[in-house]
């Protein structure tokens, strides 16, 4: 891994992206739904992203910290025993990644710190159901406790 973007995009990207257009509406409804579910049941037991209410969310997952590295393993680990998909957040502190301090040296940030170090992710596929996302919810609570 070094630093740097990479944009360009190809003709199969493109046609993909065509066919999920006419998803567009359905799908960030239901994203918006599930996150405002999800935000119901852990928005105050967990810190989660806070956003306007005029704002419209369609994220593929659900970001929230847990209090500390074994409240997180936990959380996680209880999860993965429940076939739950889930991941840390996948950036954190980038001056914590090897590919940025073999290059610059570490960096340590407290904000930054605190995602690299407690943040993960839930599922929030437009699929899923409010009973799944209560499953779920319970799942991240149970193993919080």
Not at 109 to 136: E, K, M, Q, W
């Amino acid at each position: 891994y070094v630093p740097g973007l990479n944009v360009r995009s190809t003709d199969l990207n493109a046609w993909i992206g065509l066919g999920q257009l006419e998803k567009l509406d359905w799908m960030v409804q239901r994203r918006q739904e599930n996150h405002e579910h999800y935000r119901r049941l852990l928005g105050d037991r967990f810190y989660i992203q806070k956003y306007e209410s005029y704002c419209q969310i369609a994220s593929i997952s659900f970001g929230l910290l847990a209090d500390n590295v074994e409240q997180r393993r936990a959380i996680v680990s209880a999860l993965v025993k429940k076939n739950i998909e889930t991941r840390i957040f996948s950036a954190g502190n980038l001056g914590l990644h090897p590919f940025w301090y073999q290059r610059y040296g570490k960096a340590s940030f407290p904000v930054a710190d605190r995602i690299h170090y407690c943040g993960l992710f839930l599922p929030n596929h437009p699929t899923l159901l409010d009973s799944d996302v209560d499953f779920i919810a319970r799942v991240v609570l149970d193993a919080a406790s």
